[in-house]
């Protein structure tokens, strides 16, 4: 994997920006988007571009279990606010985790991603070292699950929510063996609270306790992170 280590947020958007225009003119047609405060910057970069977006399909990593589109704290949301409403796609998939018949929904959306190899994938990362939602344990050969969310997620997310008991505690993500086969990966990283698991990620043993360590075997891995977040390496 490759590490590039710069100053801030917006500093490694731009590059992450760069390497993805790179992409797209190389013909790349489906990118992998994640949510969370790490790509917002990015996102603003893709709605100010002039790249034209119209012929390339998105598809989203993950979505909270019982929330419904529409709903403010719903990852479908957030992706229409953060980037949809401003830039044409071709077609956007979000797992949708308001569906009564989740496992149905989790092979339909193992369907889209076979139909739609990812070319390039943005990947941002827990505390606990999970992407997506994958937490730690789980297998890496997974692909699209439902998953339990850990104590220590719910808590980083709690503040996003009013009170404690509206966190979700269960999510819908594409699992390690949907993620792996995207043709690029960039990974990114802000911040001190992210420094340990970054550590683990890039030093560490490739285990299932540090569900990203998963990405020292990827051919084509980008780990762009700030200074703050490279502390511990
Ligand atoms: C959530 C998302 C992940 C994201 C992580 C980090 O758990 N499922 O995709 O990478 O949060 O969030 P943030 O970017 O806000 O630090």
Redesign the pocket.
């Known amino acids: 994997m490759e590490i590039i280590t710069v100053k801030n947020a917006q500093q490694g958007s731009q590059k992450a920006f760069n390497l993805l225009a790179q992409n797209l003119q190389a013909g790349a047609k489906v990118l992998g988007l ?6 917002v910057e990015l996102y603003k970069l893709i709605i100010a571009s002039d790249l034209d977006f119209t012929d390339i399909t998105t598809i989203n ?2 979505e909270y279990v019982g929330l419904a589109p529409q709903d403010p704290q719903s990852y479908h949301y957030f992706m229409q606010k953060q980037l949809f409403a401003y830039k044409q796609f071709k077609q956007s998939f979000i797992p949708d985790g308001a569906t009564p018949d989740l496992q149905n929904a989790t092979k339909q959306y193992d369907q889209i991603i076979d139909e739609n190899p990812i070319d390039f994938q943005i ?4 505390q606990n070292g ?4 994958n937490e730690p344990q789980t297998s890496f050969n997974l692909k699209t699950h439902v998953t339990d969310l850990t104590d220590s ?1 719910i808590a ?2 709690a503040r996003f929510f009013a009170d404690n008991e509206q966190v979700p505690t269960q ?1 819908i ?1 594409m699992g390690i063996a949907s993620i792996m086969p995207s043709k690029q990966i960039v990974l990114m990283a802000w911040g001190a609270d ?1 420094a340990t698991a970054i550590a683990q990620m890039v030093n560490g043993p490739i285990t299932e306790n540090c569900p990203a360590s998963v990405l020292q075997q990827h051919p084509h891995a980008t780990v762009i992170i700030d200074d703050a977040a490279a502390a511990k390496l």
């Open positions: 994640a949510t969370g405060s790490t790509p990593l993950d990947l941002g990362i827990g999970h992407i997506g939602f997620t980083a997310n999510a993500s992210k």
